[in-house]
């Protein structure tokens, strides 16, 4: 009889209408512009076979091993006193020894080399001839060989010189090869084989592939971390990511390894490599397309501690100095006057106007003593040149335990500006987290989640982990005053090419498909508003009682209320919102809804919409407010004032 009483009891608290009061009279902390951003890496094939626009691989012939990624046939040797200093190694096309007879090589892309049929291709390739002219075929076959797309080249200089050729693919093909022919009797050298998309993100050459970049845009996002990630560390100290190596003329960035070859040897990729073509240039370039601020991270001198146990791996204190010069050096590059020796750089490479660099992160997910000992000379020697400039220090890899406080502890100490926090957590652990941020110290650092991803078990991008981290980011919102922006990782993958999920934004050869997780994001970039609205039912905060989560924020420019909620159970519930100190009138605004029946769905290539906001307009009299909301669902309200 009693269990039967607690049931009823339980069954009429759920059927109850949450009583939600939102507080317009007093309007609350201000709601950063870098709140929700994105964190971009090289990683699942993120950079060469993704973002960046380049189809060859190895295009410079300066991999290890020299010919990855070709087959060649005929007479081709490789030579190793190329144009370029940094990438040597170049090939020479000589004649068979018969007309009947070829010589040439093809190479395979990134799981294939994806074209459009009616699209446009430029091909480039740095060559010179033997004597006074010699010349090459280019064709796109498909993969049993058949050619479908062809081009001739006069290779008219014994000097290295740069040639074009645009080439128009007759046919789509997601897995087409890329051969040259010799037709000449006179020997081609080539190096940095080359092609791109014609069509890439705002139509620049060495550009960006466009709708991934679009997905970046249409996230609307505040902040811009890049380039990692542990590829930032390095596996050893001269395998880090160093910024210098990727700007310049692409021709002569030299590439470096990428951990993420070798971190799961389940997904093992032999040809993963950073070409470093898509630099920090190219990042700075898109942080200003997409209308978020620069965050990059930087070495700190420590190596990557999950990889390299040997704690003589690490740069020690004494030898910082060039890892503090090539920060400081940064800054420089981004914001520095044309005639300093980086700003010039920046300038040559078509960026006279700053970048307004804020903030920069020193080390990824360090941990441990070793950490502060490094950070602290690079904040002493940022801050006596740059005084305003903010700094990220980390507080390592999980978001507690003992490393993680002390991580903390010193980051006050030593008064970084944010702390990056990393969690990678179940379902369980994001609904039971959402009040998280509620007793941070709000006199310390600024929090930045800068890696964060709902893993449920069979780590899908899945609705359940989309809603999950809905409804836990409804406590970043609400800890406004302390959470200062929020990153979600990894941000791509390529089907065939991934090492982590989940992930953002998958991709193919020729499409992308935005995951439910996407969409979180993006209707909390889009709708960040400028305020937090206090918004309490009982006085509490709506952070998980009843499976209830919810948030409010101000537009004040736009005069827009937002409003988030998300309800995590599996039955409908009622919410009726009263907004203290708003007058009755009627109002126009939009309900956007983002469900799903089924907790597993996932959206993928051949299904792309399976899970997708659904918009419609509603209007709002008087100053109550009611809504439906559908079981597993999260809404965002918007009422125009
Ligand atoms: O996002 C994938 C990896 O997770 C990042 O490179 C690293 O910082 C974290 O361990």
């Not at 003329?249 to 590439?255: F, G, H, I, P, Y």
């Not at 990894?490 to 998958?506: E, N, R």
Request: glycine share 8%; charged share 25%; with cysteine.
């Amino acid at each position: 009889m009693l269990a039967f009483s607690m049931l009823l009891g339980t069954q009429l608290l759920f059927a109850q209408t949450h009583n939600i009061q939102v507080d317009l009279k007093k309007l609350g902390s201000p709601i950063q512009k870098t709140m929700y951003g994105i964190f971009f890496e090289d990683i699942n094939y993120g950079a060469d076979g993704g973002l960046y626009a380049e189809l060859i691989k190895n295009r410079s012939f300066d991999f290890p091993q020299n010919l990855l990624g070709w087959t060649t046939f005929g007479n081709v040797e490789v030579l190793k006193d190329g144009p370029f200093a940094n990438n040597p190694n170049y090939v020479r096309l000589s004649y068979a020894g018969h007309d009947e007879k070829q010589t040439g090589l093809d190479n395979e892309g990134f799981f294939g080399v994806g074209v459009k049929q009616d699209a446009e291709y430029r091909f480039s390739v740095w060559a010179r001839s033997a004597e006074s002219a010699g010349s090459i075929r280019i064709e796109l076959i498909d993969p049993e060989s058949n050619v479908f797309t062809t081009q001739k080249l006069t290779v008219d200089s014994k000097e290295w010189k740069k040639y074009e050729v645009v080439m128009k693919s007759r046919r789509t093909e997601a897995k087409a090869r890329l051969r040259i022919f010799l037709t000449s009797k006179t020997a081609v050298d080539m190096d940095h084989v080359s092609l791109f998309p014609v069509d890439s993100w705002k139509g620049r050459e060495n550009g960006l592939r466009k709708d991934l970049a679009q997905a970046l845009y249409d996230l609307h996002p505040g902040v811009f971390r890049f380039p990692g990630g542990c590829i930032v560390e390095g596996t050893e100290t001269g395998d880090r990511y160093q910024w210098k190596n990727s700007v310049g003329q692409v021709e002569n960035r030299k590439s470096n390894m990428n951990r993420w070859e070798y971190t799961f040897p389940n997904r093992y990729f032999p040809d993963y490599r950073q070409s470093y073509g898509m630099g920090f240039f190219e990042l700075f370039q898109l942080s200003e397309d997409i209308g978020a601020e620069p965050l990059p991270v930087i070495s700190c001198g420590l190596v990557c501690q999950f990889q390299n146990k040997d704690p003589k791996a690490h740069v020690p204190v004494s030898e910082l100095q060039p890892y503090i010069q090539d920060a400081l050096d940064l800054i420089e590059f981004a914001n520095g006057d044309v005639t300093t020796k980086w700003g010039k750089l920046r300038a040559d490479m078509g960026h006279p106007a700053s970048f307004h660099l804020k903030m920069m992160a020193v080390g990824n997910e360090q941990w441990g003593t070793l950490y502060p000992e490094r950070v602290e000379p690079f904040i002493k020697a940022i801050r006596a040149k740059y005084p305003d400039f903010k700094i990220v220090g980390t507080a390592g890899p999980s978001p507690d335990g003992k490393d993680f406080d002390f991580g903390w502890s010193e980051m006050k100490r030593l008064k970084a500006d944010l702390v990056d926090e990393h969690y990678y957590k179940d379902p369980q652990w994001f609904l039971a987290n959402a009040g998280r941020y509620d007793k941070y110290d709000r006199k310390g650092p600024k929090v930045f989640a800068g890696e964060y991803a709902c893993h449920p078990k069979n780590r899908k991008n899945n609705f359940e982990s989309a809603l999950c981290e809905a409804a836990f980011m409804t406590g970043f919102e609400r800890n406004a005053d302390v959470v200062y922006q929020c990153t979600y990782a990894p941000l791509f993958a390529h089907v065939q090419g991934w090492q982590w999920k989940p992930d953002l934004i998958w991709f193919d050869n020729l499409r992308s498909v935005r995951s439910v997780n996407y969409y979180v994001q993006q209707l909390y970039g889009q709708n960040v508003g400028t305020n937090v609205l206090t918004t309490v039912e009982n006085k509490l905060p709506l952070e998980g009682l009843d499976g209830i989560y919810a948030s409010s924020a101000l537009d004040k420019y736009k005069n827009v209320i937002i409003l988030k909620i998300a309800n995590t159970s599996d039955v409908a519930k009622k919410a009726s919102y009263t907004f203290n100190g708003l007058k009755a009138a009627a109002r126009k605004g939009t309900q956007t809804v983002l469900k799903s029946d089924v907790l597993d769905q996932e959206n993928t290539l051949d299904n792309p919409t399976a899970v997708v906001p659904t918009v419609k307009d509603i209007t709002v009299s008087g100053n109550t407010f009611e809504v439906e909301l559908a079981p597993k669902s999260f809404s965002v309200y918007t009422i125009q004032l």
